[in-house]
């Protein structure tokens, strides 16, 4: 495949030579991310999808947004982007999601689900405005056609008076198995999807918001998706459509056919010595259910990167998978607790920015006992921009009522789930995927209450918080002892409430903070804030302003501000 | 009407008597809004539809959940809060919201639209677990039925296995007429509502979700809803049904009835010297507009409140009203200006909150100038706890790449429009409801430059942020001066970038800032952490940690931490 295939090229091939290609695409995607990691089964089933889009269709000229943007390989490799392709998700390398940065051929980026359909409004209004001639497509999976986002875009399709194409890929996936009334809805639509290639259904629910519905096909039959969407194309003048297809995840490659959940995002996986924080979590979480039988917890669609899977399976009555849904979820979980339940809401970092209104208003001004077990918070690393768990401490330290913990380790994350399921008011735990670094035995933990983990020599002090960062911040104090200042590092496992007590009787002169977070708003903004009149020096170690590009965990880490050397600098040059 | 008449003593009145206790409870809901402001139109047309549910239904061992909330003053008035009436919206009185803390008929908190379905499943999902026998309602209006969060509530119905009773209270109205194809399709079932009293029609959508569908009803017909809600409360054991009742908003008040948009909300109406903002954003958008074509203007079902409705009326293919969907327009917007549309989204402070991830992933990750015109920013008073502004300089200060601007008054308010109408990056510019206060001629504004207000006799500097920070730092210092201190007085007018300029240069060694916002996280926290390494010495006033209540907006101020006398015995203490 030439590196400078482009749409031009593409409508000279023949059928036969497309399905070539399409094999092609399909081992490029298949070593790519073998080597580098990356969302494989989806990206599978995108490739006949993909290549037909391409095919019928003038990109960049014509709009393409894809949901989430995880499954967007083959559109990148048909882009201009395959020489690029080897540094896929590596630091400076192309993004595995779509980048306007990157290439004119993305128009929008995406990472969060459920965006797409808001998007090609958006982008058809403008076009509309400017008089523009040129068709607009989202396509989205089933699983983030859960969202919310999605009926309210598709409630304004009318009112906008503008035509968009809606690729349903419906794969029965999110990441994990997709569930809900409207999932099932798709599947009578293509229950007998066998028979029915190429036969046009009625859809009344599409109808009603004003797209044609058109389906069901198989998204894996080339030819088929060519001669729907050259179809298609001339109708989306002057009408709206929907066009549900049926994709395989994983096609093509038995593995992923057969392990969908388990395939979905590849590599990254820490090293065999580490535990995963999630692990502690199902395992801890089973055995607070056994003894609390009010203990229910919650999922958007990450059952098993969340660990949540031997819950579910323990106590199926007790555990909810709500679908892509972050918002539900927290008010579900809000509503069960002024029942008297115990519930217990696991989510990514980045995903809980959705939920952010409901954190306020749902659980923390009826300070609710919910806990928030708050997964890949800091930074995460490959994903990139969309996807960094780096808000987290900034977004909730100011929300009244709030308390929260992040554990230096495993073991400790173990001990504030047993905290946890006595305390009644809201509570997020925050804690990066894996689990690398150990700390010595777990006392039992007081809420509020932060832990010596090395002695100084009076002059400096640093308030380390979660275990990356008092990873970082004990290396440097043993780089600076090494230049004649011996540093006190702490364990600032609580950021809200702080350890007054501790703070009030630190004698060093020089504090440093050290986090996993974003500079402003976050744990060192409260400790210069609490010094703030006093003469001590404050020095934070955090994230600078602005967002962290893809990359591995400890270099943009290193690049991004908390740096060893530097720190331990600093501890040399204050006193 | 006794003040303790309860469920068990209306199940004892007449049908007669029970309209005629209608008529009394509009009367009193009038007059009391008269005096004390609040919700007028909505809960005048709620009065029927509440007595009925309070006469079938068995309140508080049932659940009811009003969506937003804003329609509960009936249940309040029939669950044993009629004497307290008086104080509702005044400090320490009644909220005019459900409030668990002050009933135990309030089982659920709202404030935010589109919540009740979820926090109704939430409760039924807790009833089924503990084998709870009692029935859940959520009432919920057509305005909040566009917002996303019904649909993933609605879509996890049938997962969850439960059963609720949704009452859609269709009005035609969110604050603004509602739109949508939802809203359309409810016309359509009710298309003919007049002849169909009684009558149950198929509703293929809702159907589809798990629900019974069962209307269309006059929900101001007293006998027809108590008899609907008699046949209805049986099914409820063993299924989940929708009833769509038609209610007049402001029914029996013709004023209201007339004008349902000016009555929805009634009183804390400025003084009539003020100006309010919103005013000036309607003013000037049109006059940019009139210059740019690109500029289009997107509001969630508030269009009159905001300011637009001259923007709307002159400029109406570049005006969008999406329906109460936050999160959808913020991502409309974005895609808008990704096509090279000037979008300006206008909403109040407490509804950004639903936007929050959007703003961090699609305009600001992209780096796309939208402007965010953040009304009600600050404490806006009465309406509590949901709906106080003073999170947004914290949620939005850690974003990269996004300018925040607050205005000493209208005319910097619309200096800083004209300078968003050539800025290319995301822009956020927040003001309370009404100006006030003048402080002079305004210049040119130039982003990211402050603005000396008053001189100092170098010891102390007052950095303010916004209009009622400003006001109340010019007068702490006018009681400081008399006290032999001059502080200097200075307008912050940017959040971010702060004015490093001016920074660096300040001699003095005190430093204050006053902020209408949470403390931790806020403006002045931004300005401790830029002199946390410095001897200067920081004190912030800002909000404590904790909601703050309803109240009037000045005695709020002063009792959460923005007390003039207090800033100025700082200023004398400190020197």
């Not at 994983?250 to 388990?262: R, V």
Request: glycine share 10%.
């Amino acid at each position: 495949m030439s590196e400078d295939l482009n749409g031009a090229e593409l409508k000279t091939l023949s059928l036969k030579q497309l399905s070539a290609l399409c094999e092609e695409l399909r081992g490029k995607i298949i070593r790519s991310v073998m080597t580098n990691g990356g969302h494989l089964s989806s990206n599978l089933g995108m490739v006949e999808l993909t290549v037909a889009l391409h095919y019928v269709f003038d990109f960049p000229k014509d709009k393409i947004i894809f949901d989430v943007g995880h499954q967007c390989y083959t559109h990148k490799l048909l882009s201009g982007r395959e020489s690029g392709f080897a540094t896929l998700r590596k630091r400076g390398g192309l993004s595995g999601f779509p980048k306007r940065e990157e290439s004119e051929y993305d128009c929008y980026n995406t990472g969060h689900a459920g965006t797409s359909v808001s998007a090609a409004l958006g982008i058809a209004k403008a076009r509309d405005l400017e008089g523009g001639d040129y068709d607009v497509i989202a396509v989205i999976g089933d699983g983030s056609f859960n969202n919310g986002l999605v009926y309210e875009a598709f409630n304004s399709l009318k009112p906008l008076g503008t035509n968009i194409l809606v690729i349903i890929n419906d794969n029965g996936m999110s990441i994990s198995p997709t569930v809900g009334s409207m999932h099932e809805y798709l599947e009578v639509l293509s229950a007998d999807a066998e028979e029915q290639y190429h036969k046009t259904r009625r859809a009344g629910i599409f109808e009603r918001f004003g797209f044609e519905y058109d389906g069901v096909y198989d998204g894996n039959d080339l030819a088929c998706m060519i001669d729907v969407l050259q179809k298609i194309k001339p109708r989306l003048k002057d009408r709206s459509v929907i066009l549900h297809v049926l994709t395989k995840k994983g096609k093509g490659y038995s593995f992923c056919e057969e392990n969908p959940e388990a395939t979905h995002g590849i590599g990254g996986k820490p090293a065999a010595e580490t535990v995963e924080y999630s692990a502690i979590l199902g395992k801890k979480l089973c055995e607070l259910a056994e003894r609390n039988n009010k203990i229910v917890a919650v999922t958007a669609a990450m059952t098993g990167s969340l660990g949540l899977a031997p819950f579910f399976e323990k106590f199926p009555e007790r555990a909810v998978d709500v679908g892509i849904c972050e918002e539900h979820a927290t008010i579900l979980c809000a509503a069960m607790a002024a029942q008297g339940l115990k519930p217990y809401y696991a989510v990514y970092s980045t995903f809980l920015q959705r939920s952010f209104d409901e954190i306020i208003i749902d659980i923390c001004s009826q300070n609710l006992p919910v806990t928030l077990c708050i997964d890949r918070a800091g930074i995460s690393g490959a994903d990139g921009e969309t996807h960094q768990g780096v808000f987290d401490l900034s977004f909730l330290s100011f929300i009244p009522n709030l308390t929260i913990a992040v554990p230096r380790d495993t073991e400790e994350f173990a001990a504030m789930l047993e905290l946890s399921a006595d305390f009644g008011a809201p509570l997020a735990i925050r804690y990066p995927r894996a689990c690398t670094h150990r700390f010595g035995d777990v006392k039992k933990v007081v809420v509020g209450t932060w832990e010596k983990l090395s002695d100084g020599d009076g002059r400096v002090v640093i308030l380390a918080c979660g275990e990356r960062a008092i990873s970082r911040a004990l290396d440097a104090a043993v780089l600076a002892e090494k230049r004649g200042v011996k540093a006190k590092v702490v364990n600032a496992r609580f950021v809200k409430p702080l350890d007054k007590a501790m703070l009030a009787s630190l004698e060093e002169h020089t504090v440093i903070t050290v986090e996993d977070n974003m500079l402003a708003g976050g744990f060192g903004s409260l400790i210069s804030s609490y010094f703030s009149e006093s003469d001590k020096k404050v020095k934070n170690f955090a994230y600078e302003d602005r967002f962290i590009e893809q990359g591995g965990v400890d270099e943009l880490m290193d690049d991004y501000g908390l740096k060893v050397s530097d720190i331990a600098e600093y501890i040399v040059k204050s006193v």
